[in-house]
């Protein structure tokens, strides 16, 4: 199956940083990626939906300004999570998209992001 | 709004017993469904996929689910779980005209006994 890439896998940092997480399709071009949250023992929560060349689109209650996403080419996007605080510590995760025909969304590794 | 419910929070099964992951969405248009599945430590990987055709979908490793659009379910089924089944389950769906957007139910945590 399609590969996605997601790095770092794990970072811890101080409060106030801003931490950068990569999300790569390996093996085929994406029209779109999208970046969720998950919290220990709950589902997946769709924070944007970026489609590469354009603004990303983020779901309510997402602060576009907390989380930066940027997505240059089909096979890369980027999550900035600036002047992060304790309470943006969590797992976040990447899929990557392409239009077409019965096409699911393959997803990354995940990062643990740990604020302290 | 769409959104997904997963009917059970953590079902806990012995081995060679029967398992249905009930999931239910709410969404009266064209949908296209999915149910994930994430082994311990690892990332979302897709078990099967429901676009159109047949609503009874056969995926990976035994696993298969019946979609029946007048209840609006899609539930998981496999007729002999093994240990190696443990891991958490979601169901997923996504609206006809809102690209590759998923609404994720709550999940499923799957505890297979030996």
């Known amino acids: 199956g399609a590969v996605v890439s997601q790095h770092p896998s794990w970072v811890i940092c101080k409060s106030g940083t801003s931490v950068k997480i990569e999300c790569r399709s390996l093996?085929?071009?994406?029209?779109?990626m999208f970046w969720y949250r998950q919290f220990p023992k709950q589902s997946l929560m769709l924070m944007a939906t970026?489609?590469?060349?354009?603004?990303?689109?983020?779901e309510q209650g997402v602060e576009k300004d907390k989380f930066l996403i940027n997505h240059a080419s089909l096979t890369l996007s980027t999550l900035t999570v600036t002047s992060a605080h304790p309470e943006d510590s969590s797992f976040y995760i990447c899929s990557a998209w392409t239009q077409g025909a019965n096409q699911p969304q393959h997803f990354g590794d995940g990062t643990r992001l740990s604020i302290l | 709004a769409q959104s997904v419910s997963q009917h059970n929070h953590h079902v806990i099964l012995s081995e060679a017993a029967s398992l249905e992951l009930g999931c239910n969405y709410s969404?009266?248009?064209?949908?296209?469904l999915f149910w994930y599945v994430q082994y311990p430590g690892q990332h979302l990987q897709l078990l099967l996929k429901?676009?159109?055709?047949?609503?009874l979908v056969k995926g990976i490793k035994g696993f298969e689910a019946e979609f029946i659009k007048s209840k609006f379910s899609f539930n998981l089924r496999k007729p002999s779980v093994q240990w190696s089944d443990t891991a958490e389950y979601f169901c997923?769906?996504?609206?006809?005209?809102?690209?590759?957007?998923?609404?994720f139910g709550q999940g499923t945590e799957l505890s297979v006994k030996p």
């Open positions: 997923a769906v996504n609206a006809n005209n809102q690209g590759g957007k998923l609404i």
């Open positions: 969404y009266g248009g064209t949908v296209n």
């Open positions: 429901y676009f159109s055709g047949d609503p």
């Open positions: 970026s489609n590469e060349g354009s603004k990303a689109t983020y």
């Open positions: 093996d085929f071009q994406a029209t779109t």
